[in-house]
């Protein structure tokens, strides 16, 4: 199994379907007081299953400097990541990360991850960015174990009432040391 750089005239029209189902989310509240506003992110269960599907291309031409990696197994790439060098602020943004569903479990993830990392150290970034949704709790809770943190939210990604729609996109980030 190794990771390798793939060709994006050949993969700019693969699309990935992604699909999760979770009680578990992330739920943002936001409240404005007199000194400003007051936000939470906590962990909490819906009350109904969550059950979220959708494709997205693997990489779209507006994509700033951008290289797809791909997990090979035994000749069949089971695994994708989507790196965009944003150099202006000195950062590496991961745009897609996503293991085929029968493949997933086995550290395949972490290999792409870890190979962001080690992009992400050799060409001197100071961090490395993604963002998700607030209900794809299993990978907020991936990325969350490999060192990311909370960096902030977008309220209106989606519709103009993201938060009370429980559709908020979470930005994450891990520190480069």
Request: hydrophobic fraction near 35%; proline fraction near 1%.
């Amino acid at each position: 199994m190794n990771i390798v750089k793939l060709n994006k005239k050949e993969w700019e029209s693969f699309k990935l379907e992604y699909h999760w189902e979770t009680f578990d989310i992330y739920r943002v509240e936001v409240a404005e007081d007199e000194d400003g506003w007051v936000v939470k992110v906590k962990r909490s269960k819906n009350d109904e299953r969550v059950v979220k599907t959708f494709r997205e291309y693997l990489y779209r031409p507006w994509m700033e400097d951008c290289e797809i990696y791909g997990l090979e197994l035994d000749g069949k790439i089971v695994g994708w990541m989507t790196l965009s060098y944003e150099h202006w602020c000195n950062r590496l943004r991961i745009f897609e990360l996503f293991i085929l569903e029968e493949y997933r479990n086995r550290g395949f993830g972490s290999m792409l991850l870890n190979k962001a990392k080690e992009i992400a150290k050799e060409k001197k970034f100071r961090a490395i960015v993604l963002d998700t949704h607030n209900s794809n709790f299993k990978a907020i809770e991936f990325y969350r174990k490999h060192g990311f943190e909370l960096n902030g939210f977008d309220l209106t990604q989606y519709h103009n009432d993201d938060v009370d729609r429980n559709e908020v996109r979470i930005d994450l980030v891990f520190k480069i040391q």
